[in-house]
């Protein structure tokens, strides 16, 4: 009886943590609906017998896949979402006629959809860290070890596109007297040296922007 | 009402996790449609990852098959190593145009 009201409870709070992270406008509250989500699914994975798979929801997607998330939330110093006006006027009773139909749909799967017999979740030696263990180390060694392999590729990949390049981008902002810049860029000549140069007056940024006179503010 | 009481009794179904799974992806889906965020976006994908996850683990309590969470404890290493280049990739597109809007990113040249 308990698990019932565990599992409505669980439930229930992934649900609404899910609902606020797409009704919050700021992305960080998003991030820590999310965590919310994350938590409530840990508990009902132990609701289902299956610890190490809830304690390892925890460390890998609370513990550290939202913390990346809210490094670069805050890194980048994400705003708030501006309330944008609607231009198709019959999408929200769409959607509330939508949400009814998935609404009616669960009810009767929940309902109607029986098995021939009420499976008491019993103890089980299926969701224990050894019998994972086991079957990780043995039956599934080769996905295991392309696992790792596609970990680091992703930390190659995720080095590669945060570097800064060593050149101008359209974007970068130069200030006359801090600005450092690659040699070949302040002095023709010298092709492809990237000694560091400190750019120190207007006339050396004049020359690598191509303008004349002071660069507006 | 008899029949609900028993239904209480013998703990949660397995339909009533698959519903609850479909719900959250459901909601996952209809956050990558609305927010004009990249990283919301991305955070609705992740919800999506875990909705399925849960299908996963359910499936595996309930049939006593360890596949399933096998399978799952795969599915999270992947949703990290995408995580992490799915934040550089979020990054560097902040460092070219200086908004993460997706409705403003609407030309491949900068």
Same mark, same amino acid.
């Given at each position: ?22 009704? *919050? ?46 490094? @670069?939330?805050?890194?980048?110093? @994400? ?32 309902? *109607?959809? $029986? ?71 302040? &002095?023709?000549?010298?092709?492809? &040296? ?12 004049? $020359? ?10 | ?12 179904? +397995?339909?009533?996790?698959?519903? +609850? ?32 996850? +849960? ?52 030309? +491949?040249?900068?």
């Amino acid at each position: 009886m308990f698990t019932t009201l565990f599992f409505f409870l669980f439930a229930g709070m992934a649900i609404g943590c899910a609902v606020s992270v797409i009704y *919050q406008r700021n992305p960080l509250y998003s991030a820590i609906s999310l965590v919310g989500v994350f938590l409530s699914l840990a508990c009902l994975y132990v609701t289902l017998a299956a610890p190490f798979i809830a304690a390892v929801q925890v460390i890998v997607y609370a513990g550290a896949i939202m913390v990346l998330v809210v490094f @670069v939330i805050m890194l980048l110093n @994400v705003e708030e979402e501006e309330h944008r006006i609607t231009k198709v006027k019959y999408l929200l009773p769409t959607a509330i006629l939508l949400g009814i139909l998935l609404l009616a749909q669960i009810g009767y799967i929940i309902t *109607q959809v $029986k098995s021939d017999k009420n499976i008491k979740l019993a103890e089980s030696p299926v969701g224990v860290t050894e019998s994972i263990g086991t079957g990780l180390f043995t039956k599934y060694l080769l996905p295991f070890e392309i696992t790792s392999l596609l970990l680091l590729m992703a930390i190659v990949g995720a080095m590669s596109l945060a570097r800064r390049s060593a050149t101008l981008t359209p974007t970068t902002r130069i200030i006359p007297g801090t600005q450092v810049l690659p040699k070949y860029l302040v &002095d023709p000549k010298a092709k492809y &040296d990237t000694t560091a140069v400190e750019s120190e007056t207007t006339e050396e940024v004049e $020359k690598v922007l191509g303008i004349k006179g002071k660069p507006e503010e | 009402m008899n029949e609900l009481k028993a239904m209480f009794e013998a703990g949660p179904q +397995l339909p009533w996790y698959l519903a +609850l799974s479909a719900i959250l992806f459901t909601i996952g889906v209809a956050g990558v449609v609305i927010k004009r965020n990249v990283i919301s976006m991305f955070m609705c994908i992740e919800l999506m990852l875990n909705a399925v996850n +849960l299908t996963f683990v359910a499936f595996s309590s309930y049939f006593r098959d360890v596949n399933g969470q096998l399978f799952v404890f795969i599915v999270m290493t992947v949703a990290a190593a995408e995580a992490a280049v799915g934040l550089g990739i979020i990054i560097a597109i902040f460092r070219n145009r200086e908004s993460l809007d997706v409705d403003e990113a609407n030309i +491949l040249k900068l």
